[in-house]
């Protein structure tokens, strides 16, 4: 009875077992979608991949923002876009992020295959760039594989196999970390060498680091750009707090601990360079008073399209009511972004985004009329 209760018990796991792996099989597909094998790459237009949190994930995202869920940029959706998807309209000839598809896996499937050795896929599940990886909530330790978890760079890293002529000489931005950083002011107020905030640095140095040499030990003629993190204090939601020299002195050196960080371990990586958010933002909208008083300066494109560091779906906002960059803000770091690239890396030939270009470009986003939804 023993011996025939073992086979039985172990002839059912292995059914298990078989089940399981068809299920992932059919309900997560690491191949390429279809789309991706039914065209080829514009010119000699530079692959261009993604990984990062949700200030990089599309605003378009029609299965993570779907029918009935409130949507980026709220009436004003419909022309509000993230700073992928305006540089895929700003460069579409110069860079390629992939073909907007519907790709992936969810992070429970993703993670048996992960198990059982199979070949990953995006995780979760969204609708975007197929070299996009960035999804929203995710933090350092994601860009690496851990239990149970897929990596964006491991993730990255098979894609690229799949393709390896494209990637031959291919530009990965990484911009990751906020996550990790966010809701520590009040400790960074008090204490900028705090051990929290210690900790917070080393694993996304560690986890960077780690993400570019694996992509660099498939793709050795990879480019990165390794993008800092901006001032939490200059979100408006802020605004009712920190207001003394102190408290906003040690927010900016408790930052500039996080950002030398990732500047250090860009110098340091052959073929990768650095991308200062904090100061970018300083450039055009300024920063608060010496004394933590937060005045800002009024930021115009065009001829007098006027942008404030406010929030608000409206476009004259520089965010956006949940406080993700609004069309604007991400229009101009999507031009700073094609600037650090040219000035970088000199050999992809890119080609600067002029005013006069980027205003082209915003001027019918930035007049459309708000459209409610049915029922709203």
């Not at 209760?5 to 059919?26: E, I, P, Q």
């Not at 098979?158 to 990751?176: D, K, S, T």
């Not at 002011?185 to 680091?209: E, F, N, T, W």
């Amino acid at each position: 009875m023993r011996v025939s209760a073992w086979l039985w018990s172990t002839g059912a796991v292995g059914l298990l077992v078989a089940a399981g792996a068809w299920f992932v099989l059919r309900a997560g597909d690491g191949g390429l979608p279809i789309e991706a094998h039914a065209r080829e790459r514009a010119g000699q237009a530079v692959a261009l991949a993604v990984l990062g949190d949700s200030d990089s994930h599309a605003y378009h995202d029609a299965l993570a923002f779907a029918p009935g869920s409130p949507a980026r940029g709220g009436v004003y959706h419909a022309s509000t876009f993230n700073w992928t998807e305006t540089l895929a309209r700003l460069r579409a000839g110069q860079l390629d992020p992939g073909p907007w598809v519907k790709w992936g896996s969810s992070k429970h499937i993703a993670a048996v295959r992960q198990v059982l050795g199979l070949a990953v896929a995006r995780a979760p599940r969204k609708q975007d760039y197929l070299y996009n990886f960035a999804y929203s909530g995710a933090g350092c330790a994601d860009l690496m594989d851990r239990p149970l978890r897929q990596g964006q760079a491991p993730s990255l890293a098979a894609l690229m196999a799949q393709e390896p002529a494209r990637w031959q000489h291919g530009v990965v931005v990484i911009r990751m970390g906020l996550n990790d950083w966010q809701g520590q002011l009040d400790l960074q107020s008090r204490d900028p060498h705090a051990p929290l905030l210690d900790a917070a640095i080393a694993r996304c140095r560690a986890r960077i680091g780690e993400a570019m040499a694996l992509l660099r030990q498939r793709q050795p003629g990879l480019r990165f750009m390794v993008v800092g993190i901006g001032n939490e204090i200059d979100d408006p939601a802020q605004f009712d707090h920190f207001r003394s020299a102190s408290a906003s002195a040690n927010v900016a050196a408790a930052l500039a601990r996080f950002n030398g960080a990732l500047r250090e371990l860009a110098e340091q990586t052959p073929g990768a360079a650095f991308f200062d958010q904090d100061a970018w933002f300083r450039r055009l909208w300024g920063s608060r008073t010496a004394q933590g008083q937060p005045i800002y300066r009024i930021v115009t494109v065009g001829e007098s399209f006027q942008v404030t560091n406010t929030a608000g779906d409206d476009p004259h906002n520089a965010l956006l009511a949940d406080h993700h960059a609004g069309t604007v803000w991400n229009a101009l770091w999507a031009q700073a972004l094609v600037a650090r690239l040219h000035e970088a890396f000199a050999d992809l030939a890119l080609t600067p985004v002029t005013d006069a270009e980027l205003w082209r470009y915003l001027q019918p986003l930035v007049t459309a009329p708000p459209v409610r939804a049915p029922g709203s």
